[in-house]
């Protein structure tokens, strides 16, 4: 993982990654979890319901349930995994260079607990031509509460 000057910390019930087994993360994570989070590994194109979820909400870290993304920020790449514009916050995610493919790439990593996430390209809609390539296995989606509406009863006066 590279080095973030203004890398948040993780929650305060979450240990840093190093203070983590690897049986711990087992015991967290379902094996497709463990395999794209802590082995960068990466789940079928098309496999993630996510990859289709439209409704307003946060997109958080499966590991570590902190704050990635947000819904606004999604779009539909045609790439086959969900796919957004630009996290949360700058300091959500952390990057490094991935030299595994010919070509190589900008892995993307939860800066609280440093799972795998995905990849980042510059091939993005605008604002920011960038396109978060995620595992919808190394999220998890938590839908917007919906607004309570107020009601109005007709009073005799």
Excluded at 27 to 43: F, K
Excluded at 54 to 75: E, M, N, V
Excluded at 83 to 101: E, G, I, M, W
């Amino acid at each position: 993982m590279s080095s973030n000057p203004n890398q948040r910390s993780a929650p305060a019930d979450f240990p840093p990654p190093a203070a983590k087994s690897d049986k711990d993360w087992r015991a967290i994570l379902t094996e497709d979890q463990y395999r794209v989070m802590r082995h960068q590994g990466t789940e079928a194109a098309w496999s993630s319901a996510l990859n289709g979820e439209k409704r307003s909400g946060a997109f958080l870290c499966a590991a570590c349930q902190a704050p990635l993304f947000a819904s606004d920020d999604k779009y539909d790449s045609g790439s086959g995994w969900p796919s957004f514009t630009r996290p949360v916050d700058k300091q959500a995610v952390d990057t490094s260079v991935d030299h595994k493919l010919i070509v190589p790439r900008t892995e993307v990593h939860c800066s609280a607990c440093g799972g795998h996430l995905g990849h980042v390209f510059e091939d993005g809609p605008r604002p920011t031509g960038l396109r978060y390539c995620i595992n919808g296995v190394a999220l998890d989606f938590k839908p917007e509460a919906p607004q309570a509406t107020a009601s109005h009863t007709p009073t005799d006066d």
